[in-house]
């Protein structure tokens, strides 16, 4: 099993991926952000959905919102979190190397370093493809990722963060195979009880992430910092690549 596979990694770490605060920023973001600017109508699928952190705040906009997620317990914790929100939204059970729906959307969008994970670089090439395909013409596709020009300003550098509700995590990047994967060591520690895991992702840069979406089909590919639409530069705080597909 694959660690992204591992629904008591979700659960057993879900205070530290998916605290309060992450749910009060999403909020914020898509009322203010010109990247997640949506319409009231506008099919929007988040892909890697977890327990909802942006459904619920675009279908409060209006948008009529699809979450898929490979993991059946985020997807349990985004339809309480629909119910509590009073929103409503399709939940689907799926692989984001498999899902596709042709036409389907104005707006995917892929947040938190979500993209990524498969070893296998055609499989994360073919979960670009699926989201063009499942695209209208004109529809556009947002990867939130930390990319490699930002990240390289801080790698290696051991962190301990304080949870809500109690205890520590301690966590530590290595890179792995000349600077193109990523390990993340995270220890969570709460009274006796101690948790340990280890994720997995690809590291790209701008260039690399911006010719991975030419070959996937994408007409336009832009490149920003932040979700204010800053330029990605040695200001960025995030890599946000937005396809348009023509």
């Given at each position: 099993m694959d660690w992204y596979e591992d629904d008591d990694l979700w659960v057993g770490f879900a205070d530290v991926m998916f605290p309060p605060r992450r749910v009060a920023e999403a909020e914020h973001l898509v009322a203010t952000s010109p990247l997640l600017k949506v319409a009231a109508g506008d099919r929007v699928l988040d892909l890697a959905c977890g327990p909802g952190t942006?459904?619920?705040?675009?279908?409060r906009r209006g948008a009529v919102v699809t979450g898929v997620d490979l993991s059946e317990a985020m997807l349990a914790r985004a339809r309480?979190?629909?119910?509590r929100a009073g929103t409503t939204a399709r939940l689907v059970r799926a692989d984001m190397r498999d899902h596709v729906e042709p036409g389907g959307?104005?707006?995917?969008?892929?947040?938190?370093?979500?993209?990524?994970y498969f070893v296998e670089p055609g499989e994360n090439l073919a979960v670009l493809r699926n989201a063009h395909a499942s695209l209208v013409p004109g529809g556009r596709l947002l990867v939130d990722v930390m990319g490699k020009e930002v990240f390289a300003g801080w790698v290696g550098r051991p962190q301990a963060v304080d949870v809500e509700g109690g205890g520590t995590v301690f966590m530590r990047d290595t890179v792995l195979d000349d600077w193109t994967r990523l390990r993340s060591d995270w220890t969570y520690v709460r009274g006796d009880e101690v948790r340990r895991t280890s994720t997995y992702c690809v590291l790209y840069s701008a260039a690399e992430?911006?010719?991975?979406?030419?070959?996937a089909g994408f007409a336009e590919v832009e490149c920003f910092g932040d979700f204010d639409g800053s330029p990605y530069d040695n200001h960025a705080r995030r890599l946000i690549v937005r396809g348009t597909r023509g």
């Open positions: 942006h459904v619920v705040p675009l279908a309480d979190a629909c119910e959307y104005d707006l995917v969008v892929n947040m938190y370093t979500s993209f990524g992430l911006r010719a991975l979406f030419r070959e």
